[in-house]
């Protein structure tokens, strides 16, 4: 097997008031939204660039936005599934799973003409405690899977931080980890969120050179609130006001100046150049 040292920049296409674990939120007024725009910003500086990404669409973002999936597309990117509703999949059992990823490919199919093949779980929510999410998806035709954080807390510590093969009784698929460095004591989120807005941008270069040296895709995503710093914010918890907002500056210029300096593709193009899944 032979990874592509390229790196893939992913966005998870969700809005300020998508966050994980804090029961039902009652969906704030349209005039707040802002992931229409936020998303449009990104698209510009991928097309200043010239670099294609992958955006994991929430089905219930493309259905309340239908122009928003084909502006992507049209533009060269992938769209991939982030679920419908936002929930954790700890959530849900096997049907709700299910029925929610067959609601964001049937959007997602009539808006764009293409199944997706790619998903990434809210927060990394695939666990021990979801055993039929793998089957599930590699029976439905995914290809890959971005689900697993090697991290402590949220994600598995002990998740390889490469890609990897998973097989199950209705076929494999891969998965696709994000970026993390690894230190002697635990090793930090710098591929995105609160990491990549905190941690210094030589840290976060040098972890991807790190990963090129391997031959390793260096994976980082993004939210759209995260080129967005004066907008709207939910009341939290301390920690995950910390993890939704926390640091929060506009990522925009070091997000740059990452895209000049690397080399991206979409997760899809990166995936079908490995031994395919079956």
Same mark, same amino acid.
């Given at each position: 097997m032979t990874l592509s040292g390229c790196s893939a920049l992913t966005i998870d296409v969700e809005d300020? /008031?998508?966050?994980?674990?804090?029961?039902?939120?009652?969906?704030?007024?349209?005039?707040?939204?802002?992931?229409?725009?936020?998303?449009?910003k990104i698209v510009a500086l991928l097309e200043q660039n010239q670099i294609k990404a992958t955006f994991f669409m929430l089905g219930s973002v493309a259905k309340a936005i239908p122009e928003l999936a084909p502006m992507i597309v049209a533009k060269g990117h992938e769209i991939a599934s982030h679920g419908y509703s936002h929930t954790l999949l700890t959530d849900m059992d096997k049907q709700q799973f299910?029925?929610?990823?067959?609601?964001?490919?049937?959007?997602?199919?009539?808006?764009?003409?293409?199944?997706?093949?790619? /998903?990434?779980?809210?927060?990394?929510?695939?666990?021990?405690?979801?055993?039929?999410? @793998?089957?599930?998806?590699a029976e439905s035709g995914y290809l890959y899977d971005s689900s697993r954080n090697p991290l402590p807390f949220v994600g +598995?510590?002990?998740?390889?931080?490469?890609? =990897?093969?998973?097989?199950?009784?209705?076929?494999?698929?891969?998965?696709?980890?994000?970026?993390?460095?690894?230190?002697?004591?635990?090793s930090l989120p710098t591929g995105g969120g609160w990491g990549f807005r905190l941690f210094p941008?030589?840290?976060?270069?040098?972890?991807?050179?790190? =990963?090129?040296? @391997? $031959?390793?895709?260096?994976?980082? /995503?993004?939210?759209?609130?995260?080129?967005d710093p004066d907008g709207p914010r939910l009341q939290l918890?301390?920690?995950?006001?910390?993890? $939704?907002?926390? &640091?929060?500056? +506009?990522?925009?210029?070091?997000? $740059?100046?990452?895209?000049?300096? =690397?080399?991206? &593709?979409?997760?899809?193009?990166?995936v079908r150049q490995w031994q395919p899944a079956s």
């Open positions: 300020w /008031y998508h966050v994980c674990g804090i029961g039902q939120q009652t969906v704030p007024p349209r005039h707040s939204w802002r992931v229409a725009q936020n998303v449009e299910l029925d929610e990823l067959r609601r964001t490919e049937q959007v997602l199919i009539e808006q764009t003409g293409k199944r997706p093949v790619g /998903y990434r779980a809210p927060q990394w929510s695939v666990s021990p405690e979801t055993p039929w999410v @793998d089957e599930l998806l +598995d510590a002990a998740a390889p931080r490469y890609p =990897y093969r998973i097989d199950t009784p209705c076929g494999s698929l891969w998965e696709v980890p994000p970026l993390v460095t690894k230190t002697s004591l635990v941008l030589g840290l976060i270069s040098a972890t991807i050179e790190a =990963y090129m040296r @391997d $031959a390793a895709p260096a994976v980082l /995503y993004l939210h759209p609130r995260e080129i918890p301390l920690f995950k006001r910390f993890l $939704a907002y926390g &640091m929060r500056t +506009d990522a925009t210029s070091r997000l $740059a100046n990452l895209l000049q300096r =690397y080399c991206f &593709m979409t997760l899809e193009e990166m």
